[in-house]
């Protein structure tokens, strides 16, 4: 069921957003690593939901910083969830920065999403999760959890509305051993975990991660893991080399 509600979470995100086309305003940057005058109209003459996915990683790499006119964010951002859930690779860095100017948005201006569309991609946040992975090209520690959940984060969700989620899917104990490896593969010696994209979301959304981190469930589900006879060699070994630093982390 959780495609099912991946793709119902995905048409009521075009459902608040509406199905729009971009302004002539369009703002990218032309420069010649970028995106070309062509490559630009041709994104302005085609509606924002049969956008193809090469068109949006052209954007993704070549819109930088927070756009004048909020409009066309908005007309971009359903499809931009649609292909992620999609499995499709909306820009060409694939390291959890895919939704960043939708978080630097709503950093600069909490209200450029109305409540409706707010709840709706928050929904659709909680709803990746719990399908995750989309897609079976990502390598090991991308398919953990520990991926979508840096994405959304910085994209603009808040980790109040996804921490609770994220709770309930490492009750499963394949999750768990995924997520602790992932995490592992991540962290230093002295506890500083090295997560590129999280880096770009606020100061109060790294506290909130790492407040969740460090909290007394995270270290219990650590511990059972690392004392697991059943689980494998390789995830109880993340999951005693975490629990052992979780006092020291921090980013």
Request: charged share 25%; with cysteine.
């Amino acid at each position: 069921m959780t495609r099912a509600a991946l793709d119902a979470a995905v048409a009521r995100a075009w459902a608040a957003f509406g199905r729009k086309r971009l302004s002539r305003d369009l703002e990218v940057c032309l420069c010649p690593v970028c995106m070309d005058a062509a490559m630009r109209a041709e994104m302005i003459a085609t509606p924002c939901d049969g956008m193809p996915v090469a068109l949006i990683r052209e954007y993704s790499n070549s819109a930088h910083g927070v756009p004048s006119n909020q409009d066309d964010l908005r007309a971009l951002w359903p499809r931009y969830l649609e292909l992620i859930a999609a499995g499709e690779e909306v820009d060409t860095l694939e390291i959890g920065v895919e939704l960043s100017r939708f978080g630097q948005a709503l950093a600069s201006d909490a209200g450029v999403l109305s409540e409706a569309q707010a709840e709706a991609y928050a929904d659709w946040g909680r709803c990746l999760l719990s399908a995750w992975p989309v897609r079976g090209s990502l390598m090991s520690h991308e398919a953990a959890l520990l991926y979508p959940l840096q994405m959304l984060i910085v994209g603009g969700i808040a980790p109040e509305a996804l921490l609770p989620r994220m709770d309930d899917l490492l009750r499963d104990p394949q999750r768990m051993a995924a997520f602790a490896e992932a995490v592992a593969y991540d962290l230093d010696a002295v506890g500083r975990l090295d997560l590129y994209a999280l880096k770009q979301a606020g100061g109060a959304a790294q506290a909130a991660f790492l407040a969740w981190m460090k909290a007394d469930a995270m270290r219990d589900r650590l511990k059972e893991l690392a004392t697991d006879p059943k689980a494998p060699w390789t995830a109880a070994e993340a999951g005693r080399i975490v629990a052992g630093r979780l006092e020291a982390l921090h980013l």
